[in-house]
């Protein structure tokens, strides 16, 4: 079964250093994978998605990279924002799309 | 992208009682899916819902636990039976997205159990 980890579980910043969310994952059998930002009451909002042949994709300041045989993937954010204050998760999805797999994710706090 | 609602949004329920969550999407999608996030956990997958077919549910959830119903291809429900403090959760919905490469999500519905 497919296990996603991410550290850190928290991580608190001031406003405009450049940081660095992990993510880790046991099969690296994936169709893709994808960083999701979460605020309360608000569900769930795709970031970045990164198919399974590619390597990075970037967002403005955010950039996600994928290593598929080592099982890891990286959010970059550049130049943090007290707005980028959130839960991170990572998910990848098995050979089917519809089955997704989360991380734990990362909740994020950027002071001003 | 598709625009979903949930509702309730939060509510507060008695051990032993059942609460139905509605989902409505914007658009006609054929899957639909329930997740739960327990409390500083991540999202676990309950079960997918296809109109017109029974719901299929993941490892360690049931039917009489978390029926589902998918009238049309707008809208699903779940409902939480026999709650416990254990089923406190946040429950969302989902969508495959046109493309079929990933889901778009509700805002959640909260749920406390006492």
């Known amino acids: 079964k497919q296990e996603v980890t991410q550290i850190p579980a928290a991580l608190s910043v001031p406003e405009g250093e450049n940081l660095v969310l992990n993510c880790s994952f046991t099969d690296s059998a994936i169709y893709n994978l994808q960083w999701f930002r979460q605020d309360p009451g608000k569900g769930l909002t795709s970031l970045l998605l990164?198919?399974?042949?590619?390597r990075e994709q970037t967002s403005g300041r955010l950039n996600a990279s994928l290593d598929k045989s080592s099982g890891r993937s990286t959010l970059y954010i550049a130049a943090s924002q007290p707005g980028d204050s959130a839960t991170y998760l990572c998910?990848?999805?098995?050979?089917?799309?519809?089955?997704?797999?989360f991380g734990s994710g990362t909740k994020l706090n950027v002071k001003p | 992208s598709a625009v979903i609602s949930q509702k309730p949004s939060r509510d507060i329920c008695q051990r032993g009682t059942s609460l139905t969550i509605q989902c409505q999407v914007d658009?006609?999608?054929?899957?639909m899916f329930w997740y739960r996030q327990q409390p500083g956990q991540s999202l676990t997958l309950i079960a997918t819902?296809?109109?017109?077919?029974?719901?299929?549910?993941e490892s360690g959830f049931v039917i009489d636990k978390f029926p589902i119903s998918r009238p049309n291809l707008t809208f699903s429900t779940l409902t939480v039976s026999n709650m416990s403090p254990e089923d406190s959760s946040i429950y969302l919905c989902s969508v495959e997205s046109t493309l079929q490469e990933t889901q778009y999500f509700g805002p959640g519905t909260r749920l406390l159990v006492l």
């Open positions: 998910a990848v999805s098995s050979n089917n799309f519809n089955k997704f797999y």
């Open positions: 990164i198919q399974s042949s590619q």
């Open positions: 819902a296809n109109q017109g077919s029974e719901a299929t549910y």
């Open positions: 658009s006609q999608v054929t899957m």
